[in-house]
């Protein structure tokens, strides 16, 4: 199975660091992306590649990967954090793309 | 600037067709990858499929072959995605997304488009 793991929620408080893991067989092989999902708002693209960060998203959120599981961190975490965060992938031949089940970051 | 504008929530009785569309601007429609994914009500996101525009080239997901139809409209630089028989499953948001290139995450999203079957 390609799926992905997911935390189903994460909480912190502010000020701290977030992690949160991803993992799945594929991943040893395929590249992830992490999206930021808000209350009635569409996703956002916050990680490519594993580790590279699009235009307009902070420093403070990072990528990282090893092996078959990726993690996803929140430096100095924000009341504005608090939202789901999914990983997403390609399946171990690249034909088709999974998302994980998403985890639930509350700011304390 | 990029934009995916979708067309605006629907509201239909099971076994009735559908077709919500993804009007782009800002790019090149033909060289990006342009596909849907669905949000069911208070649940996670799920890849539906994609289309090239540039050539019609086409995947799915294997959960969703047979049950919709991605299609594209080079002349007006629109995706479709068509139900031939709605069912209450079918309620959910659905997104319209630009593939990266050469990549398979997601860089621009459409606002969404809910769909609603009922009887």
């Known amino acids: 199975s390609d799926e992905l793991t997911q935390p189903p929620s994460v909480s912190v408080s502010p000020g701290q660091t977030a992690r949160i893991t991803c993992s799945g067989p594929a991943l040893a092989t395929q590249y992830v992306y992490w999206y930021q999902q808000k209350p009635g708002r569409a996703p956002l693209l916050v990680i490519f590649k594993d580790t590279e960060r699009p235009s307009g998203i902070p420093e403070r959120v990072s990528g990282s990967s090893s092996g078959t599981t990726v993690t996803l961190t929140i430096s100095g975490v924000q009341a504005e954090d608090e939202a789901d965060y999914y990983c997403q992938s390609s399946d171990s031949r690249g034909l088709s793309v999974e998302f994980g089940g998403g985890t639930k970051l509350t700011v304390l | 600037e990029v934009q995916l504008v979708q067309s605006g929530a629907q509201v239909k009785k099971p076994g009735e067709s559908l077709t919500i569309s993804c009007q782009v601007s800002?790019?090149?429609?033909?060289?990006?990858?342009i596909g849907w994914v669905r949000q069911m009500p208070g649940k996670g996101l799920q890849w539906m499929g994609l289309i090239y525009p540039g050539d019609s080239n086409s995947r799915s997901h294997p959960s969703f072959q047979g049950q919709v139809t991605i299609s594209a409209d080079k002349s007006n630089k629109t995706a479709y995605l068509r139900w031939s028989s709605l069912k209450a499953s079918d309620t959910a948001i659905y997104y319209c997304v630009r593939r990266l290139i050469r990549l398979d995450g997601f860089d621009i999203w459409g606002q969404g488009t809910m769909v609603t079957v009922s009887s």
């Open positions: 800002g790019y090149d429609f033909l060289t990006y990858w």
